[in-house]
Structure formats: C-alpha cells, structure tokens
C-alpha cells in the first residue's frame, strides 16, 4: 500500500514524486514508457517567465528561484543556464506586441528590457540585423529536460519511491468517492492518493468518471543541429511564437516552431515518436534561417514532433477532482510546463498530502470551463 501512486513521469510527476518522498511519504510513480518518453522529453525546455500570463507569473518566478539550485539539491544534473530569453520582432506589428509585453511586465516587476537596433546584436551576435526591436529578459533561460527529468527520478528512488516504467495505467480505483488506488494491466496498485500527471493523456483515466478538461493536442515541428561554435545566446523566440531556439551545453541548436492539429500518428520504437510532415519542416527552416541567418547551412542530427495539451485558455488544470476525493489532476500545460515543473511538483504534492496549497492556483481550477468554448492558440517562447 502506497501512501501515493503518481502516474506519468515526464517533469510534473517525477518533481511531484521527488517532492512527496522528500516529505517521507511512500511513492510509487509509475509511466507507461519511461521518464520524459513525452513532453518532458520533446520540449525545447526553456525556463521563462517573460511573456506569461499574469496567472502564471508567480509559478513561473517561483520556479526559476528554484532552477538556480536544483542541480544541487538533486545531486544530479539539470543543466540550467540563466542565458535570459530574447524575443524578437520581425514586422511593426510584432514590434508593437513586444513593447506591449515589456510594459506589462514591468509593471508586474519582471525585469525586462526592450532593445532597438545594435542592441539586439550586442545580447544576441547572430540573430538578423532585419529584427527591428526585441525585449531581453535576463533571468529566463533553460535547461536539459531528460536530464533534470532523470535527476528527479533518481533522487525520488534514492529517497525511497518505488517507480515502475513500461507499465500503462488503466483505470483509477474509486471506492465511496474517493481513490484507493490504480489498475494495471496485472495488477491493482493500492494507494490512499492519485496524482496524474499524465500530459496529453490528461482526459484518459477521469473520462469514465465523467471528468473532461477542454483541450486540443496540437503537434509542433522540432529539430536539432550538430554541435557548433558559437557565442552564449539567450533563448531566441518570436512575437507569435512561431519560432524558436537555443543552444543545448553540447553545442547543437535545439530548434521548435510550426505546429498543427495532431492527426493521432505515432510509432512505438521503443518509446513515442512523432514524424514532423516534409511541409513544416521546410517552414520552420525558412524561419529560423531568417531569425539567425548563419544557421541556414547548419546539418540537421534529429527531427521530431511535441505533442502539447492545449487548453481553451491556455492554461493548465492543477486541482483535486471535484467529487472524487484523492484524485490530483495536473494536466493542459499548453506548451509551458516544463519551466514550471519545479514548482508543479511542489503544488502536487501539498494537493496529495493536504488537499491545499499556498501556491495561487484558483486560476487552473477545473470548473473555470463550466460553459465555456472559446479557442487559443499555440505560441512556444521557450
Ligand atoms: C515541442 C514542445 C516545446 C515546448 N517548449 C517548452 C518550453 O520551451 N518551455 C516550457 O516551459 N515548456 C515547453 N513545452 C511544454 C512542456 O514541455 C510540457 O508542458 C511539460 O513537459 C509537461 O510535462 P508533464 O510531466 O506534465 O507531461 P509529459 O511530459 O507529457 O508526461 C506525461 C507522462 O505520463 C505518461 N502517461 C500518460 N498516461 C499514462 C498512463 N495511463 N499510465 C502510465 N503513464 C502514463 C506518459 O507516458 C508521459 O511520460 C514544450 C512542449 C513541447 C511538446
């Protein structure tokens, strides 16, 4: 008898788990496939907090507070550097969204600057001299996803939680309203609270309780370079999020943008796999060759498809289930989870264990869709 099963271990379940055996409690996490096999693994990982919704903001600073150290306090790697994140405006319309969010957030107190001309140039050596002005957020940056996912694993196990990959969930156990464990293809694993952390798959195991997040899955084109020399770069993205990049410790450019509604493709070799279509890739390549021009000629090592859980508001569902007590939803990240995981795992655990948190989360309750239908869009900063 488990005091928690968490199921997924992409960034939210494996810091939810880690957080919860810090606390002493005895936790299962469990994955279909294995740590960051989804998300937390296609990301292009950046840690941002510019360019936020103001509902966010304070998970988004209060993680990056926690980026600095966690290396440390994992013993293991993340990666994180504090390159600052550049976002960049390619039309006058684009200049005009940009200093907007630069306004906004300062006056939320986010520093954050807006640079014209040989600025830009001067944070960023290679992004084009046709930008026409971009904001600068200094404390933004990224950091490695499988490998700060792995080192909250390997925390958890030495802390004591048991995890289990290879192993798909296939029903919750819900017994006079509230959780007592999950099911597995052989087995029922007990467990006084369930934490699902399960991405695009958010919906699956609460749909039979007649439990439905509104959210789209939307696929993004990814690629990565070979290594290549190059000065320290922020993260670069756009006004409308369509492209983005930055510079993996090992040198390749890890590079995101397009995206479309997932038609449901996907191989099993041994892990998911989303094939990006010729068309997008192509795309994706006209844009970021006019963003950073010199990495037009760059050999290409990898391409991939994100999958993202997109929400009609473009935020994410952290909340007990209404109605079925010791059930934790955390799903609908909507392209900007990965900077928040840290602070995801901290709100999880105090849902699991209290049933309440100090973290503002009114904002991603469940109900907020009651009756609502209306669209967003996706936009990956980094
Ligand atoms: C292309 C792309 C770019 C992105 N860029 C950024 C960025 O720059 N910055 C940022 O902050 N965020 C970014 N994001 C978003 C971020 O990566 C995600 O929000 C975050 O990784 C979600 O983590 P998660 O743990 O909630 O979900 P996931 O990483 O998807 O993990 C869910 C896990 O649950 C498992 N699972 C599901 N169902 C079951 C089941 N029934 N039984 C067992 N296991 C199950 C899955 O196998 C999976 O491993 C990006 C995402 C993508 C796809």
């Not at 969204?97 to 140039?121: F, K, P, T, W």
């Not at 792995?150 to 030495?158: D, I, K």
């Not at 935020?315 to 609908?332: E, K, R, S």
């Not at 928040?340 to 999880?348: C, E, N, S």
């Amino acid at each position: 008898m488990f005091d928690v099963a968490v199921v997924g271990a992409g960034i939210s379940g494996s810091a939810t788990a880690h957080e919860l055996a810090r606390r002493g409690h005895k936790v299962v996490l469990i994955d279909q496939y294995g740590p960051a096999s989804m998300a937390s693994g296609w990301t292009l990982a950046g840690v941002r907090q510019s360019g936020r919704h103001p509902a966010e903001l304070p998970l988004a600073q209060a993680a990056v507070g926690r980026w600095q150290t966690l290396a440390e306090e994992l013993d293991g790697e993340t990666h994180y550097r504090q390159v600052g994140n550049l976002r960049c405006a390619r039309t006058e319309p684009e200049a005009d969204r940009i200093a907007a969010i630069v306004e906004d957030h300062r006056q939320s107190g986010l520093e954050m600057s807006l640079l014209r001309g040989r600025a830009v140039q001067q944070i960023a050596p290679l992004v084009s001299e046709s930008v026409i002005c971009a904001s600068f957020c200094p404390s933004d940056g990224h950091a490695d996803p499988q490998a700060t996912v792995n080192s909250f694993v390997a925390a958890a196990q030495r802390l004591g939680a048991e995890t289990r990959s290879g192993e798909a969930v296939t029903g919750l156990v819900i017994e006079n309203g509230r959780a007592t464990g999950v099911t597995t293809a052989t087995e029922t694993i007990s467990a006084g609270t369930v934490v699902l952390a399960t991405g695009i798959y958010g919906n699956s195991l609460i749909a039979p309780y007649g439990y439905h997040v509104p959210y789209e899955v939307m696929s993004a084109t990814m690629m990565r370079s070979v290594p290549m020399e190059a000065p320290q770069m922020p993260v670069i993205g756009v006004a409308n999020g369509d492209t983005t990049l930055r510079q993996e410790v090992g040198g390749q450019f890890r590079i995101g943008g397009g995206h479309e509604v997932w038609d449901g493709r996907m191989a099993l070799d041994p892990w998911p796999q989303v094939r990006p279509p010729a068309r997008s890739v192509a795309t994706l390549v006209e844009r970021y060759s006019a963003l950073v021009p010199s990495l037009g000629d760059v050999r290409l090592d990898r391409l991939w498809c994100g999958l993202i859980d997109q929400t009609i508001d473009a935020l994410p569902v952290l909340d007990i289930l209404p109605d079925a007590g010791g059930v934790v939803l955390a799903t609908g990240f909507s392209g900007h989870g990965f900077c928040l995981g840290p602070v995801t795992g901290k709100i999880l655990a105090d849902l699991a264990e209290a049933g309440t948190t100090s973290f503002p989360i009114a904002p991603f309750a469940m109900d907020r869709f009651a009756g609502r239908a209306a669209g967003s869009t996706v936009e990956l900063h980094g």
